[in-house]
């Protein structure tokens, strides 16, 4: 089984920064895509932002350069660096992994989910 446990969302004024993380646990052999999905409410899941295993990176366009994804492999652990927060940002924040087993192929696993909330 694998885990992934959100850590660094909380309240903060328009313009401030956050930074949340997102570490993975459990037997696997590696972890591929990993990546960040917002949900605010009465909206769907939407992708902030994601980060293959060798550093690529995309973007949602309503946080292209504000927001920057960062990954530790060693550490299994993924970062998203929120700068210049809008209260458009106010959403509950996902981790996302695409996770390789040696014998199994690949499956997505999802964090609990972290609330971030931007007051103007």
């Known amino acids: 089984q694998v885990q992934l446990v959100e850590s660094g969302g909380g309240l903060v004024q328009a313009g401030g920064s956050l930074r949340l993380s997102c570490a993975a646990s459990g037997r696997f052999f590696s972890i591929n895509v990993m990546g960040w999905y917002r949900q605010a409410p009465g909206l769907q899941r939407e992708l902030v932002a994601h980060?293959?295993?060798?550093?690529?990176?995309n973007y949602a366009d309503s946080v292209k350069g504000r927001f920057t994804i960062s990954r530790d492999n060693a550490k299994n652990t993924v970062y998203l660096q929120m700068n210049s927060l809008k209260p458009e940002d106010t959403a509950v924040y996902y981790c996302?992994?695409?996770?390789?087993?040696?014998?199994?192929?690949?499956?997505?696993?999802w964090g609990q989910g972290t609330q971030v909330t931007v007051s103007s």
């Open positions: 996302n992994a695409n996770v390789r087993f040696r014998t199994t192929g690949v499956d997505d696993y």
């Open positions: 980060i293959t295993r060798g550093g690529a990176t």
